[in-house]
């Protein structure tokens, strides 16, 4: 089966900007969860989503915010970019209410 | 606050050796933890998940166990491999919502 996919793999945004990201869940899974990844913090939790709602939230100001549509894909924005925003986010779906996520590859933000 | 915490050296040894690693927890008693292989530049695959009324879990050459009385869990690889070099992360549900709290993670590097 085709896993949760990321696109795009790598991205190259300047101070200020704004990006977004997106996530394709494996076919079935309606539970969608981001989480920022930074060789400090480790996997930091940024929101979850099912069937189209936000059901948490994590510690990130209002800059990072996401929505999950009717096919449960996902994406998250960021708005005015910060060097601090450089990460790795993982994008992770999941079918029973224990989690084992199935993680995408991520997608690499470098902000300069 | 819930945090799940893992030794964050990097963890050295022979192929063939057991690789143990630990994840301790505090403020909580969580229902189930789960483990999660990492390699550079890529999502967590999930590799367990053990229940709080039980001991232990195998799969393969993996071993993980729950003590509730320490508020810990160990991750054992038998007859290691150099292939089994990675980042194994610790995770678990924050009470109470849809979050996952991940430990920082324990780099393993078995030398052939």
């Known amino acids: 089966k085709a896993g949760v996919t990321q696109t795009p793999r790598y991205l190259i945004k300047t101070r200020g900007q704004q990006v977004t990201l997106s996530c394709s869940p494996i076919s079935g899974h309606r539970s969608v969860s981001w989480y920022q990844q930074t060789p400090g913090q480790g996997l930091q939790f940024l929101f979850e989503y099912f069937s189209e709602t936000q059901r948490n939230k994590g510690n990130f100001p209002g800059r990072f915010s996401g929505r999950q549509f009717s096919n449960s894909r996902s994406e998250m924005n960021v708005s005015t970019l910060e060097l601090g925003d450089s990460a790795l986010y993982l994008c992770?779906?999941?079918?029973?209410?224990?989690?084992?996520?199935?993680f995408g590859s991520g997608t690499r933000l470098t902000v300069v | 606050s819930q945090k799940i915490e893992q030794n964050s050296e990097a963890l050295n040894i022979q192929e063939g050796k057991t690789a143990t690693l630990t994840c301790n927890y505090t403020n909580y008693s969580p229902a189930y933890l789960q483990w999660y292989r990492q390699d550079p530049g890529r999502g967590p695959v999930f590799l367990l998940l053990?229940?709080?009324?039980?001991k232990e879990k195998r799969k393969e050459r993996l071993k993980v166990t729950f003590d509730t009385t320490l508020k810990q869990s160990l991750f054992h690889i038998t007859a290691s491999q150099p292939a089994d070099s990675a980042t194994y992360l610790c995770a678990t549900k924050a009470s109470g919502t849809y979050k996952y709290i991940f430990g920082t993670g324990t780099r393993l590097k078995v030398l052939a």
């Open positions: 053990i229940r709080e009324n039980e």
């Open positions: 992770a779906s999941s079918l029973a209410e224990t989690g084992d996520y199935t």
